[in-house]
């Protein structure tokens, strides 16, 4: 399996402002990914990260509001730009396995929860 | 696009009985389906995969079937526990574009309370 550990794990932060996730996986991982979850509601995808190009957006996500750096294999960051009270949610950073034991099974980090106030 | 549907927002049963949660899909049929558990400020936990061509499968005391036909999956927590308490995730495997790799979609959940 794979351990992923986020940091910071809450903050609260300033309309305007801009917060950088970081995750960082105990192995080395193709593809990782990150995820938002507003209260109450399931994760929605943001964007796909691979090492060594630039991130795959998803419909209603852009990377000026969101900058992802993937500069090696067991890490990646996710900025919040210009942040608003919209952007309270809880960040979460993902891998999917890729041995045989574990292999399309996704794993996740605790999750950094942000309060924009 | 794919859409995932999960009939219950909330479900409360008595311990010991079988809690069953549903997730329905639309549109084009995933090579696997994933169901997840969520716990309150933690990210979710895999529970189990099941493949399109695989009817049942079972973990312990969970089980799950996948109905192609139907594009249905069914999710069974027998002789439930209150420690069973928790939100559970539906997902499946999307295609990313023109790559040959896929994403993970999410449900949106159903809460499952069991009480004593």
């Known amino acids: 399996s794979a351990v992923i550990s986020q940091k910071p794990s809450r903050d609260i932060c300033q309309r305007g402002t801009s917060l950088t996730i970081q995750c960082q996986v105990d192995?080395?991982?193709?593809?990782m990914f990150w995820y938002r979850q507003q209260p109450g509601q399931s994760l929605t995808l943001i964007a796909t990260?691979?090492?060594?190009?630039?991130?795959?957006?998803e419909s209603g996500f852009v990377i000026d509001k969101f900058p992802i750096s993937r500069p090696n294999l067991t890490f990646s960051t996710l900025t919040v730009s210009n942040m608003s009270p919209e952007d309270s949610s809880i960040y979460l950073c993902?891998?999917?396995?890729?041995?045989?034991?574990?292999?399309?099974?996704?794993?996740f980090g605790p999750g950094t929860r942000l309060t924009v106030l | 696009s794919q859409k995932i549907e999960q009939n219950s927002e909330a479900l409360n049963i008595q311990e010991g009985k079988t809690a069953t949660l549903t997730c329905n899909y639309t549109n084009y049929s995933p090579a696997y389906l994933q169901w997840y558990r969520q716990d309150p400020g933690r990210g979710p936990v895999f529970l189990l995969l099941?493949?399109?061509?695989?009817k049942e499968k079972r973990k312990e005391r969970l089980k799950v079937t996948f109905d192609t036909t139907l594009k249905q999956s069914l999710f069974h927590i027998t002789a439930s526990q209150p420690a069973d308490s928790a939100t559970y995730l539906c997902a499946l495997d999307a295609p990313m574009g023109s790559s040959s790799a896929s994403k993970i979609i999410f449900g949106s959940g159903t809460r499952l309370s069991i009480r004593p």
């Open positions: 099941i493949r399109e061509n695989e």
């Open positions: 192995s080395q991982v193709t593809m």
């Open positions: 993902s891998v999917v396995g890729s041995s045989q034991e574990w292999y399309n099974e996704q794993f």
């Open positions: 990260a691979n090492q060594g190009s630039e991130a795959t957006y």
